[in-house]
């Protein structure tokens, strides 16, 4: 109450301040007064307010708010502001426009069907509350800046307002200011216009080391401080990178690595920080430092200035008035609308106001500062349409300078004064006029036109090269995004003044263009290839950034006949302005003589950029909508260009198109490559490859047909090549010229398909748009089936990123959902759309030529049909382009196409091609199809009757074809073709015989194929058969020539021994039919009778390196597979709990909520154990030689002895042992144990002694066995005590850290032996003689040394990483580690198994088989083989735990103990603590291992149900009356189940625990039956491995009950309440009772507080997702970084972690921690402590899955995501509605349980070796 009453009177203190000097300020009469009253308060309050010179200080944040703000908002309310603002409230009408505001990474929405583009979106609160939720929508994240358009109607084109906004959307529009009290407004007034001036000076400052004289301290005032101060404050550019400023601040102000990291983060984030405070002179120095140090080569260096502390302090608070201006705005409409009058007002009576002061001076601004200033212009200025109109206008009176500084800037655009172009822009009504009355497109375009002036040449062309200069034109082309946003709304109703206004935006477009017209030209080289690769990149990014405004324009231009008329005018003004005379030249072909211009593009300079030529051809498409054409009267200006002058640049493009095809410009180069590439690329194709084509079938039409082709053939120099004089040419000239001729011929028959076939542009065709689209989609499809993502990035988009692809695609094909995890859907397409498919698209490049032509060959002939791509009848032309196709019917074309059947059928020939002959069938095709249509309305097309004339005459040339073998692979296209003919003329009403004659050909050459075919078939068997004797002779010689070879074999008197069997892996479960009868028996693993062990592994394996065959035996030489340990939490129920100290931790007893474990995989890969050394030491070698800077950029860290598996690529860091049946080792024939059968039988007698005997023989060594230990451990405490006493006495130094080690619990002596023996010796009965006697026989060595070395090396490893300690190969936690990894690696396997529902034997792959195997094996031979001493130490103390012996402060429950952890190690370790040697030790597992193991087993069980019990949480007994199942389970179990509900009881008192009402008998029997399943499974899976025995088969399938028979295999009672029965062991009673009565059981079950594990433990799943990503993306969108604070202070990437469901920072550097001495980021830092260093992250605001497996290894990943296609959407680039695909989060998940994040992130680092450069650490 006390520090309540504190602040109560601190925040009245505060108040009645703020109160005072309002109403001080009040008393003020005019502006004038009242600055001179404010400027006095602030110049006193602000330098004491804010000493940091930091933005972002949260306690100055608290003081400007109490001492500076609070007396300002009293002044402006005249009252208590918090009231005043709550009346205005209430008193405003609902805002119909929400205007928030977007941060950093928030999530936005705009509607595909409603937006007018995609710039107009919605926050997620308007979003989730309108109708566009079901639209089809996308989604993305906020750069930063922009602001929610829910309510303007100028956005949508319906359902502009959500449900929050409606209410005010209904109310009557008033003047704000009428709702706003006189006084309020006055005062409002009176502030703002003293504090944007004020702002306005402090920030744009021109000297920052001085104050403006009104702001500098007075000599008078109270807090007058003459010691000056100053800051070097250091600003951010995008130039240099965060090392090099990281490295320069590190020298400059010398400070240490982790600070210059902060300072960095600082700067990057607010666009500034101050590096060093305190004298001008250290200051300055500084400086100098960083400026040195920052300048390089053409980069300048990093802003730097040395600033007055009372500056930065001003500068400080600057801002928070302007955030406060911002807040101000939002409580009512009226005080909003004051503060954009005052922005509206002159700055200082300048002719400026304070709104241009800001626009013009951005550029001086830092990153922080800028953003304030723009969020305060859209918090109020465009809030408003009156103003949105006036900030608008003054934005184009200066938007030509603003452009220049921010070419000129190095900032981002997002953060630039010019990045609000898109509010005002894109809205109709301001854009409209702002085009009208201030000739917004002049400005714009005029503005870019002048900044590329400084790039033209002499000849005023385009001319760009590789320097610095060109970074400008790249920030520069925002203008063309401007000039898109502008023209992306056309006009509805045109005036007279609006097509003035375009028109003069027009024709300072065409300037642009005229200087864009051939730029760029190329010659062709001939002697040498080039030099040097000229600079085309440029060019291109400004045709695609001026693409999609030349196609708006155009739509425009479309719009009007008027203006259309105009810009056709004007363009072809400019196109004779560049367009020079040509030479000429008279060419005839076919007794057709033409006028063409001399021009040879193998030798003359050309270009693909032909812009204005281009903008004609789209100008020239739209004619014909208002019946105009080339030759109306009115439309062309004076000498407009011919129709030969129009084609002669595209054509000229395809020319050059075709010679880099024919292989004459290889000399060019690469980028004649890329520029030919981009000139047919998607991205370009719109507005280059498709107009060349419109205009060339304009020109077509223009044209006479004859004289057209004449000018085609002429440009491709193919005049000579088609006359017979160079056919009988034999010139080495001509010769050589043939296949280049060729390449040629076949391109421009190629280009005459394209013009006479694709119809499908509107305005060329009679088509719609959709027509268009759906063409586009058939032939992508026809490529391969695609997913939806692929077929959108192979349409060209509009301005809105449309395709229109989702209007057709459920017309031409079938979704096919994916089938996988791992696939995605696709799109197949619909065998009725197969016959449109067209060979020869235009769109198609070469590769997906060849791949459509393979898969539609591979699709027909699956389903049977003709091979034949025959053309389809195109759609008819438009009146404009109707002429174009009496191209198929002129004497040219009949002279080509002739030309090359004759060249084709003459045998003798040899110049012909099998393309072109294919090409030239198609024309023909196409032109008979023309003629069927044509002759159907009566018009004229005469081809075949040219096609039937002369001797022979083409129609004979065709039908001469059949069956040549020349066109054999079109034969199908020449049937179809042959029968259309006659079609055709039978309708015309000709009697032709071709089809007969044809067929009767066809028929005669099928037969003569066939009897070829049949010839080639003899000739081959008769070449196989005298091969055949031919090797049998040479037999018989060799025979007969070396029979000593063959008496030595004939001597051999036994029979060839079998071959050793096969290393392949046989079933565990043999067939029934093929063993003997005593397997067809129930399998029992365990007790006084178990199963023989029956192996189904090699005997012999091979090693992958040195490929040498080696057996499996102890004696032999070691052999290992690759494995890899790791640390885990997959298991984890506390993830808070942490190995503090790993030094002295003591890991034997596992406690129950699996904080932490050791897991153990291997890939099955077997080497030698010294061929892996020498690999592994080759690796070490090899990566030492490479030098330093290029060290480390492996996928994997060999410093922690990681490596690649060789052969499978797998991820290792150690080998585990290759061991054979535990039954074999040590016994004489152990090396021949391949000559033994699979089934191996112990010659040791069975055992006997009940449980109650071994139990009490457990107690009794338990009881006597503690003492010593207890005895033993006060002595070594004394004595330790004792030597720190005489320590200190005699070396008051300090000690050293190996001192240390040797006196931590780690290190202690070992137990001495004798007397340990001596009291085993004492309990030794005739009970302990038959339990633990082992068969006398000379001791043997149980391994060799190769194999020892390696059991302890696998021992480190797993000690090594598993505690993350140093090796110590004689620590003894050695051997604990070695129990942990078995147990925990068994548990994780369990737990795998039963998340993917598979069967627990059935389901286990090889891998997994090899792994659980060797580690079981090595688990108990490690074991034998450690020390005596600690092994029984070990022992006892495992003893003690389960009995309830061991009862001292460090006492661990029964509650808290991990049971098969427990019992794994207790059934590897009891052994040792009866028999001192290894070899008896061993012997004593394997002989009286299956009873005591039992005897192990049934005692942990029972701890494990008393655990189950006392956690259960069960309805009492009456609760459940009247269940249907409780009299059928009664009647069924009534006996067992009392019996277990009396132990339930019975324990309950122990514990002392209140009687909360008994739980039926059956249900509390059902629970523990199903708690127990899991560590029955896992205990299955531990004595299969261990004895060998066969599992049964009802454990090797889905679906069956496992509880019995995991009881029978195990030898367990399927009654669990028998292991409490006291005739059985009378002990159970007294353990029972030491379980209960442990002091921190009782106060565990009652705390209500406490965290109680209950049985079984469930899975742990990965965190829940949302189905809806937007829901995800909103409940992490407010996520601030806590390192950030300020402007920026959103985190740009927040990272969920799917683990735990923590959401950190993925950001770099800002949220970086120390760990282990190395700087690391956020992610890794919670990888390290949530899952010991595995980490799985969602990027939510780029929908990225991070995957980590180590602190500087990382991958991306599939996200769980999925948009409705069955697609991922990575960073969100298609912005898709996704949502969570369970398949693949269960994928996910399953990787994770599995541990093999480390497996895939190093496959992923292999496969992608950029991954390397990432530095993950810092994420």
Not at 37 to 42: D, E, F, I, P, R
Not at 470 to 481: A, D, E, P, S
Not at 1382 to 1401: D, H, M, N, P, S
Request: aromatic share 8%; hydrophobic share 40%.
């Amino acid at each position: 109450m006390e520090d309540l009453s504190e602040g109560t009177s601190a925040d009245s203190l505060v108040r009645e301040k703020a109160q005072l000097l309002a109403e001080e300020w009040r008393t003020c009469n005019d502006a004038a007064s009242l600055k001179a009253a404010l400027y006095k308060y602030w110049r006193n309050q602000v330098p004491e307010v804010y000493q940091s010179n930091e933005l972002a200080v949260p306690a100055e944040d608290d003081s400007c708010r109490d001492t500076l703000l609070a007396a300002l908002e009293w002044y402006i309310c005249n009252g208590d502001p918090d009231i005043v603002f709550q009346q205005l409230k209430k008193t405003d009408v609902p805002p119909q426009f929400c205007g928030r505001v977007f941060k950093m990474g928030e999530p936005t929405y705009s509607c595909r069907d409603c937006a007018m583009d995609p710039t107009c979106v919605l926050c997620i609160d308007c979003f989730q509350k309108s109708p566009h939720k079901a639209h089809r929508y996308r989604m993305n994240t906020s750069g930063g800046g922009g602001y929610c358009d829910c309510g303007d109607v100028e956005a949508w084109k319906s359902d502009p307002f959500c449900q929050l906004h409606q209410q005010g959307a209904d109310q009557p529009a008033k003047d704000p200011l009428e709702r706003l009290p006189i006084n309020i407004q006055f005062y409002m007034s009176a502030v703002v216009s003293c504090i944007l001036p004020y702002c306005s000076d402090i920030l744009f400052l021109d000297d920052q080391e001085v104050l403006p004289e009104n702001l500098r301290p007075r000599l008078a005032d109270p807090q007058y401080n003459p010691k000056d101060t100053y800051a070097t404050m250091l600003f951010n550019d995008e130039i240099h990178t965060y090392e090099q400023v990281i490295a320069t601040l590190k020298k400059a102000v010398d400070c240490s690595p982790k600070e210059a990291v902060e300072l960095a983060t600082i700067v990057d984030r607010e666009g500034r920080s101050t590096v060093r405070n305190g004298g001008y002179r250290e200051c300055e120095q500084a400086k100098g430092i960083i400026t040195r140090n920052t300048t390089y080569h053409r980069h300048k260096p990093l802003r730097v200035l040395v600033m007055h502390s009372a500056v930065v302090s001003h500068q400080t608070f600057s801002l928070k008035l302007l955030s406060w201006l911002i807040k101000i705005a939002t409580q009512a409409e009226g005080l909003r609308v004051i503060i954009c009058q005052e922005l509206m007002k002159n700055f200082h009576g300048s002719d400026l106001t304070i709104l241009e002061e800001c626009m013009l001076k951005d550029t001086i601004l830092w990153k922080a500062a800028r953003i304030q200033w723009h969020q305060l212009f859209m918090s109020t200025l465009l809030m408003d349409n009156e103003y949105k109109k006036k900030f608008a206008v003054l934005f184009t009176k200066h938007y030509s300078g603003i452009l220049s500084d921010f070419a000129d800037d190095d900032h981002d655009h997002v953060v630039s004064v010019t990045s609000l172009s898109v509010q005002i822009f894109t809205v109709p009504t301001v854009s409209h006029m702002l085009i009208k009355e201030h000739s917004l497109l002049k400005v714009i375009l005029k503005t870019f036109v002048d900044y590329t002036e400084k790039y033209r040449g002499a000849d005023s062309k385009l001319h760009f090269q590789r320097a610095s200069l060109l970074q400008g034109l790249r920030r520069f082309q925002y203008v063309l995004v401007d000039l898109r946003y502008v023209l992306s709304n056309n006009f509805e109703d045109w005036t007279a003044e609006a097509r003035e206004k375009v028109m003069e935006g027009i024709d300072v477009l065409l300037e642009l263009l005229v200087s864009m017209h051939g730029m760029d030209t190329v010659v062709r080289q001939v002697g040498q290839h080039i030099e040097f690769e000229p600079e085309w990149e440029t060019a291109f990014n400004l045709q695609i950034k001026l693409g999609p405004c030349l196609t708006l324009l155009l739509e425009w231009c479309a719009s009007d006949r008027s203006l259309l008329i105009r810009a056709y005018r004007a363009t072809m003004k400019a196109l004779r302005g560049v367009t020079h005379p040509q030479p000429e030249v008279a060419v005839e072909v076919a007794g057709h003589k033409a006028t063409c211009f001399k021009f040879d593009v193998g030798t003359k300079h050309v270009t693909v950029h032909y812009a204005l030529i281009r903008f004609l051809a789209g100008l020239h498409l739209h004619l014909g909508k208002y019946n105009l054409d080339y030759f109306k009267e009115g439309l062309l200006p004076l000498s407009p260009l011919t129709a030969m002058e129009l084609i002669e640049e595209p054509l000229r493009t395809q020319v050059l198109m075709a010679q880099v095809y024919a292989g004459m410009w290889r000399r060019n180069g690469f980028s004649l490559l890329n520029q030919l590439y981009y000139y047919q690329n998607v991205r370009c194709q719109t507005e280059m490859f498709d107009k060349d084509t419109i205009m060339l079938q304009a020109g077509g039409a223009m044209m006479d047909p004859n004289e057209y082709l004449i000018a085609v053939l002429n440009r491709f120099d193919l005049v000579r090549y088609l006359t017979p004089e160079f056919a009988a040419s034999s010139s080495t000239e001509d010769v050589q010229a043939r296949a280049s001729y060729a390449t040629l011929l076949e391109e421009m028959l190629h280009l005459l398909i394209i013009l006479t076939c694709e119809r499908y542009m509107p305005g060329v065709g009679n088509v719609l748009d959709e027509d268009r689209i759906r063409r586009e989609v058939i032939h992508q499809l026809c490529i391969s089936p695609m997913a939806h993502s692929e077929i959108t990035k192979a349409l060209p988009e509009d301005h809105c990123h449309e395709t229109g692809m989702e209007a057709v695609i459920n017309k031409v094909a079938d979704f096919k959902k994916p089938s996988g995890s791992a696939s995605k859907g696709v799109y197949e397409l619909k065998e009725l759309c197969l016959a449109d498919y067209s060979p020869f698209f235009y769109h198609y490049s070469r590769s997906d030529q060849s791949k459509a032509e393979e898969q539609q060959r591979k699709k027909k002939k699956q389903q049977e049909q003709e091979l034949a791509a025959v053309p389809a009848t195109p759609p008819a032309l438009c009146s404009n382009f109707k002429p174009l196709v009496h191209l198929l019917d002129c004497d040219v074309f009949i002279y080509i196409v002739r030309t090359i059947v004759e060249r084709t059928s003459n045998p003798k020939g040899k110049i012909w091609s099998e393309n072109s002959i294919h090409r030239a069938l198609y024309l023909i095709g196409l032109a008979v199809l023309e003629e069927e249509r044509l002759q159907a309305r009566g018009e004229s097309f005469v081809f075949l009757d040219k096609a039937g004339e002369g001797e022979p005459s083409l129609l004979t040339e065709i039908q001469n074809l059949v069956g040549n073998s020349k066109v054999k692979a079109h034969k199908e296209l020449m049937s179809w073709l042959i029968k259309k003919i006659a079609e055709v003329q039978e309708k015309k009403g000709e009697e032709v015989d071709m089809q007969a004659e044809a067929a009767e050909k066809e028929l005669h050459e099928s037969a003569k194929e066939e009897e070829e075919r049949a010839n080639r078939a003899r000739m081959a068997m008769k070449r196989r058969q005298v091969l055949m004797d031919q090797m049998a002779r040479m037999q018989k010689n060799f025979i007969k020539n070396n029979p000593e070879f063959f008496e030595e074999t004939a001597e051999e008197t036994p029979p060839p021994p079998p071959p050793p069997p096969k290393i392949e892996r046989v079933p565990s479960t043999p067939d029934m039919e093929e063993c003997d009868t005593s397997l067809t028996e129930f399998p029992i693993a365990l007790g006084a009778n178990p199963g023989d062990p029956v192996y189904d592994e090699p005997t012999h394996v091979t090693c992958i390196l040195c490929q040498e065959e080696a057996a499996i035996a102890s004696q032999g030489s070691a052999m290992v597979l690759a494995a890899f340990v790791q640390r885990s939490t997959v298991l984890s129920k506390n993830r808070d709990k942490k190995v503090e100290n790993a030094d002295d931790y003591n890991p034997l007893l596992m406690t129950s909520d699996l904080f932490w474990g050791t897991y153990t995989s291997t890939c099955g890969h077997v080497m030698h154990a010294d061929c892996w050394r020498g690999y592994f030491e080759s690796l070490l070698s090899r990566e030492q030689r490479r030098a330093l800077r290029i060290r480390n950029t492996l996928s994997y860290d060999l410093g922690k002895h990681q490596f690649l598996c060789p052969l499978c690529k797998t991820v290792s860091n150690t080998v585990v042992p290759l061991l054979p049946a535990l039954d074999t080792i040590g016994k004489p024939d152990d090396d021949t144990m391949e000559e033994q059968p699979t089934q191996v039988r112990s010659s040791i007698p069975p055992v006997s002694g009940s449980y109650a005997s071994w139990l009490g023989l457990i107690l009794q060594t338990t009881r006597r066995g503690m003492e010593i230990v207890n005895q033993y451990k006060a002595q070594v405490k004394e004595k330790k005590e004792e030597q720190e006493e005489k320590n200190k006495s005699s070396q008051p130094q300090r000690k050293s850290a190996k001192t240390e080690s040797k006196s931590s619990p780690s290190k202690q002596e070992p137990f001495p032996s004798l007397d340990l023996e001596q009291v085993l010796s004492q309990l030794t009965t005739d009970q302990f003689k038959s339990f633990f006697a082992t068969p006398q026989q000379e001791p043997t060595e149980l391994f060799a040394d190769g194999i020892r070395n390696m059991i302890r090396t696998f021992a480190t490893a797993t000690y090594t990483v598993g505690l993350d300690v140093m090796p110590d190969d004689d620590n003894e936690r050695v051997p604990i580690l070695a129990w942990n990894t078995c147990a925990y690696t068994i548990q994780v396997t369990e737990v795998l198994l039963r998340t993917q529902g598979k069967a627990l034997f059935g389901g286990l792959s090889s891998r997994q088989i090899d792994g659980l195997r060797s580690v079981i094996r090595f688990a108990t031979t490690s074991t034998c083989i450690a020390n005596h001493s600690i092994i029984q130490q070990h022992a006892l103390e495992l003893l003690a735990a389960l009995t309830g012996f061991n009862t001292g402060p460090d006492s661990i429950s029964i509650l808290d103990l991990d049971m098969f952890s427990l019992l794994v190690s207790l059934c590897l370790s009891l052994p040792r603590l009866y028999h001192s040697t290894e070899a008896t030790a061993f012997n004593a597992v394997i002989s009286s291992g299956a009873i005591y193991n039992l005897h192990i087993l049934q005692m942990v069980l029972a701890a494990h149900i008393v655990q189950i019990m006392l956690t259960a949480q069960l309805p009492a007994a009456q609760d459940q009356a009247g269940s249907s199942d409780e009299s059928m389970e009664q009647d069924e179990y009534n006996t067992d189940t009392q019996q277990l509900l009396k132990v339930y009881t019975e324990l309950r008192q122990f514990v002392g625990l209140e009687d909360g009402g008994q739980p039926a008998a059956w249900l509390l029997w059902n629970h523990v039956q199903f708690s127990c399943l899991p560590f029955l499974r896992c205990a299955a899976i531990f004595f299969h491995f261990l004895t060998g025995v066969p599992s049964p088969a009802e454990l090797q399938n889905v679906g069956l009950d496992e509880f019995v028979p995991l009881c029978r295999y195990l030898a367990l009672p399927t009654n669990l309440a028998e292991l409490f029965n006291l005739e059985i062991a009378p002990q159970m009673s007294d353990l029972v009772r030491a379980w209960g009565s442990h002091p921190d059981v009782k106060p565990k079950l009652t705390n209500s507080d406490a965290k109680i594990l209950r049985f079984p433990l469930e899975v742990n799943p990965l965190v829940t997702l949302p189905d809806d990503y937007s829901d995800l993306m909103n409940n992490v969108s407010m996520f601030m970084c806590p390192k950030a604070s300020g402007a920026q202070s959103d985190s740009r990437a927040p990272a969920l972690c799917l683990v735990c469901g923590t959401v950190v920072c993925s950001q770099s550097y800002c949220c970086q921690t120390e760990i282990d001495k190395e700087t690391v980021g956020a992610c890794t830092a919670h990888a390290i402590s949530c899952g010991a260093g595995v980490g799985i992250y969602l990027r939510v605001r780029e929908c990225q899955l991070l995957l980590m497996s180590s602190k500087n290894r990382g991958c991306f990943y599939t996200p769980p995501y999925l948009d409705d296609y069955g697609e991922p959407d990575s960073g969100l680039r298609r912005g898709n509605p996704l949502h969570l695909s369970q398949e693949h989060y269960t994928k996910l998940h399953c990787l994770w349980l599995s541990h093999s994040i480390p497996a895939e992130v190093a496959h992923k680092l292999e496969a992608n070796n950029n991954l390397l450069t990432i530095d993950w650490q810092n994420l």
